[in-house]
C-alpha cells in the first residue's frame, strides 16, 4: 500500500452548513456542532410579488404563444427546484464529491445507477473468500428504535440521531490507541473514500479497499462507512445498524466504492458503542484476513 499514514483532525465546511467551533481539552478534536437539514422546496410570495407574478403570467400569454408560455413557466419552475437541490446538497457538508456544482451534476448522474433499496443486502457471490463472514461467531443485537433518516450519496448523511459527542470521542480514542498499539498492522489518516474524517487503514489489506481503507468516521453526524463481509453486511442491515451505499447498486458502470460499502449508525450510548466496535471489528477482518480486536473498555 502506497500511502502515507499519519493522524488527523476531521473539518467541516464553512460555507455548507451552520457550525459552530469549542475548543476543548488539550489532546481532543475541536468540538465542532453541526446543523444538517435538508429543506423541502417551498416558495413564499407576499403582495407585491403575488401582483408581478399575476401581471408577468398575463402578459406572456398574450404576447407568447401558449408553448412558449408554457416553456417558460416550466423551466422557471426546474431552475428554482434546481437551486433548492444544490442548496441542500451543499447542507451535507464535505464527502467524496467537491462541493460544487460540477460536484451536484457528478451525483446527480450517479443517482440514476445508485441501488432504490439500501435495506436489502446484496446476493450471495460464490466466489467471495472467505466463504462465511465472521459476525455468524458472535451475532449482533437489534438496534432499539427506528432507523434514522439517511440522505445523499457522496456525502451520505444521517440527519437526525447523531449520537453523542462523548461517543464519538470515545470511538476516536478507541482507534488511535489501536493504530498505536498495532502500528505495524494499521495506521490513521485522512479517508480515502470521502477526502476528509479520520479513518483507519491496513497497512498490508487482503481484500482490495481505497489504499486499505477499513473505517472512516464522519466528525458531522458522527455516522461511519466501512467494507464488511456480504454476510456481515446482511448482519447489520437486519438487525438495524446500518444500511447499503447507494453506489453499491450492482450494474454495467464502475462505482467509485465497493460492493460491500456500508454504512454504520451513530452510537448513540456507550453500550451501542461497543457493538459498532464490535462492527468495525468485523470490517477490519474482512480488509486484513485477520482478527482484529478493539480495546474499547480501556477507553469509555
Not at 158 to 176: D, I, K, P
Not at 206 to 225: A, L, P, R, W, Y
Not at 244 to 252: A, F, G, I, Y
Request: glycine letters at 8%; aromatic letters at 8%; one cysteine or more.
Amino acid at each position: 500500500m502506497s500511502t502515507t499514514l499519519t493522524q488527523t483532525k476531521t473539518s467541516t465546511d464553512p460555507s455548507s452548513a451552520n457550525i459552530f467551533v469549542n475548543h476543548n481539552q488539550q489532546g481532543e478534536p475541536p468540538v465542532i456542532n453541526v446543523t444538517i437539514r435538508q429543506d423541502p422546496l417551498s416558495v413564499t410570495l407576499d403582495g407585491p410579488a403575488i401582483f408581478a407574478v399575476t401581471v408577468l403570467l398575463i402578459l406572456g400569454v398574450h404576447i407568447l404563444q401558449p408553448v412558449a408560455a408554457a416553456l417558460a413557466i416550466g423551466l422557471a419552475a426546474g431552475l428554482l427546484f434546481i437551486h433548492n437541490d444544490y442548496q441542500n446538497y451543499l447542507k451535507l457538508g464535505p464527502g467524496g464529491t467537491p462541493a460544487t456544482f460540477l460536484g451536484y451534476v457528478r451525483i446527480n448522474w450517479l443517482k440514476v445507477w445508485a441501488c432504490r433499496d439500501p435495506f436489502t443486502p446484496l446476493p450471495a457471490d460464490p466466489n467471495v473468500e472467505p466463504v462465511a463472514g465472521i459476525l455468524h461467531k458472535k451475532p449482533l443485537p437489534y438496534r432499539c428504535g427506528p432507523r434514522p433518516k439517511v440522505v445523499g450519496i457522496a456525502p451520505q448523511r444521517q440527519v437526525n440521531q447523531f449520537g453523542s459527542r462523548e461517543c464519538y470521542l470515545a470511538l476516536r480514542r478507541v482507534l488511535e490507541s489501536h493504530s498505536n498499539v498495532n502500528s505495524e498492522e494499521v495506521g490513521l489518516g485522512t479517508s480515502c473514500f470521502e477526502k476528509h474524517g479520520l479513518g483507519l487503514f491496513a497497512r498490508y489489506p487482503f481484500n482490495k479497499t481505497c489504499q486499505g481503507e477499513i473505517c472512516h468516521v464522519h466528525s458531522s453526524d458522527h455516522s461511519m462507512h466501512m467494507t464488511l463481509h456480504p454476510d456481515d453486511v446482511k448482519e447489520v442491515i437486519e438487525k438495524g445498524w446500518g444500511e447499503r451505499h447507494p453506489l453499491t447498486s450492482q450494474c454495467l458502470l464502475k462505482m467509485p466504492v465497493p460492493k460491500q460499502f456500508t454504512m454504520v449508525y451513530a452510537p448513540r450510548s456507550v453500550d451501542e458503542l461497543k457493538v459498532v466496535c464490535q462492527i468495525i471489528e468485523a470490517a477490519g477482518w474482512w480488509v486484513t484476513a485477520k482478527e482484529m480486536k478493539l480495546d474499547v473498555a480501556a477507553e469509555i
